[in-house]
Structures are given as C-alpha cells and as structure tokens.
C-alpha cells in the first residue's frame, strides 16, 4: 500500500526529469545541424536566411510542445543556437580579411563586451562603439566595410545577457529581408525593440524579462 502511494508521487517527478532529458538530448542533436544549415545559407538572400531562421525556431517549439515542456522558460533557456563569425568559413578579399583579424583580435579590449543592460546602456555603448571601430580601421570607408563584417559577432558581444539574446533572435526573425544589416544597425534595431516594449520610460531598469519572441511589431 505504502509502496504504491509512494510510486503515484514519485511518478509525475520522473515524468518531468524524463522530458526534460529527452529535450536535452534531441536539442543537442539539432544544434550541429542548425548550425550547418545556417553556415550553408551565409551565401543565400536575406529573405532565404530569414525563411530558415524561422524553420528552426518552429522546430525548437514543436521539439518543446512534444515534450510537454513549457514554451517560454525553454525558449529563453535553450534558443536556437547562433552561428558566430568563428564558425564562418568566409570568401573574403585581403583586406577584409585583415579588418575581420584586427576586429576579433579586439574583442574584450578595444572593442568591449555590452556589460549595462538598459536601453540607456546599449546606446552608451553603440556611441563607444562606432568611436572604436573608427579607431580600429582608421577611415571612413573602411569603418563602413568593418562595420558589415563585424555584424557576426554581435552573439558574442551580448553573450551577458540573456534578455539581448532574446531581443537579438526577435531581430533575426523580423528583419526586413531585402535589407542589408550591419553591426551598428543591429544594435539600432534592438534599441528599437527594447523602445516598443517600453523601457525607454524605465530609464536604469534591468530588461528581464523581455516579451516573447513571437511578438510582431506594429
């Protein structure tokens, strides 16, 4: 009798852990593929890129509804996964080559990673930022030419930052695929983002817990 009471309460917990493990493990198996599907598309138009950033991320809420998981806390704690300028495999002429190395070699130093996490903060730091990139390639027109290149390392750039990563993926999902991003706009658009949900007029407020990512701008 005792032993059966205790299988009804222990039998919802190992369902839970159950499915869990099971999301853990199809999620690591999705996460090479997305990747290399993301690799394959760098050579594809926006509007092609944009058809398989929305692919996946489907196929990340199917995986988390099969599991009987919750929506929401898994989508923030497990998104897709996204291709970084390290995983790129670029085509890229001399110089480009030479700013791209210049750039990643000033990651952490000359070109800091986003620590203040207020739409106040991610404007100080894009006006920091545009300086630094001046800095980096020295004129104007090589400026503009880094600033298109470096738009693949804006993941690592807010790595501390769960809510940017969110409001990053809402920009991969909602940007207009006949225009071309670079570093700078990137960020514009997530100040946009960050403005529609509000924080302008909560000035100094951290940005959790950001809308979902389902959210269409109006």
Same mark, same amino acid.
């Given at each position: 009798?005792?032993?059966?009471?205790?299988?009804?309460?222990?039998?919802?917990?190992?369902?839970?852990?159950?499915?869990?493990?099971?999301? &853990?493990? %199809? @999620?690591?198996?999705?996460?090479?593929?997305?990747?290399?599907?993301?690799s394959k598309a760098i050579k594809l138009s926006?509007?092609?890129?944009?058809? &398989?950033?929305? $692919?996946? =991320?489907?196929?990340?809420?199917?995986?988390?509804? #099969?599991?009987?998981?919750?929506? $929401?806390?898994?989508? !923030?704690n497990y998104p897709v996964p996204l291709l970084?300028? =390290?995983?790129? #495999?670029?085509?890229?002429?001399? @110089?480009? !080559?030479?700013?791209?190395?210049?750039?990643? $070699?000033? /990651?952490?130093? &000359?070109?800091?990673?986003?620590?203040e996490h207020t739409i106040h903060g991610v404007?100080?730091?894009?006006?920091?930022?545009?300086?630094?990139?001046?800095?980096?390639?020295?004129?104007? %027109?090589?400026?503009? &030419?880094?600033?298109?290149?470096? /738009?693949?390392? /804006?993941?690592?750039?807010?790595?501390?930052?769960?809510?940017?990563?969110?409001?990053? =993926?809402?920009?991969? #999902?909602?940007?207009?695929?006949?225009?071309?991003?670079?570093?700078?706009?990137?960020?514009?658009?997530?100040?946009?983002?960050?403005?529609?949900?509000?924080?302008? %007029?909560?000035?100094?407020?951290?940005? @959790?817990?950001? !809308?979902?990512?389902? #959210? /269409?701008?109006?």
């Amino acid at each position: 009798m005792a032993s059966g009471m205790w299988k009804k309460l222990l039998r919802p917990k190992i369902e839970k852990i159950s499915s869990h493990q099971a999301f &853990i493990a %199809a @999620y690591t198996a999705l996460k090479p593929i997305w990747l290399e599907e993301q690799s394959k598309a760098i050579k594809l138009s926006p509007d092609e890129q944009r058809q &398989i950033s929305l $692919k996946q =991320n489907d196929a990340l809420k199917t995986l988390i509804f #099969n599991c009987g998981l919750d929506e $929401k806390t898994y989508s !923030k704690n497990y998104p897709v996964p996204l291709l970084t300028n =390290n995983d790129l #495999n670029l085509e890229l002429k001399q @110089y480009e !080559k030479d700013l791209d190395d210049t750039f990643r $070699k000033e /990651v952490g130093k &000359i070109i800091p990673l986003l620590k203040e996490h207020t739409i106040h903060g991610v404007e100080k730091y894009l006006a920091t930022f545009d300086k630094a990139l001046l800095s980096l390639a020295k004129t104007q %027109a090589r400026k503009d &030419i880094l600033d298109r290149l470096s /738009v693949y390392y /804006v993941p690592t750039l807010i790595k501390l930052d769960k809510g940017l990563i969110t409001y990053y =993926n809402q920009h991969l #999902n909602n940007r207009d695929p006949d225009e071309s991003y670079t570093l700078t706009s990137t960020f514009m658009d997530i100040i946009d983002l960050m403005e529609r949900d509000g924080h302008r %007029a909560r000035l100094g407020e951290a940005i @959790y817990p950001p !809308k979902q990512m389902n #959210n /269409v701008r109006k």
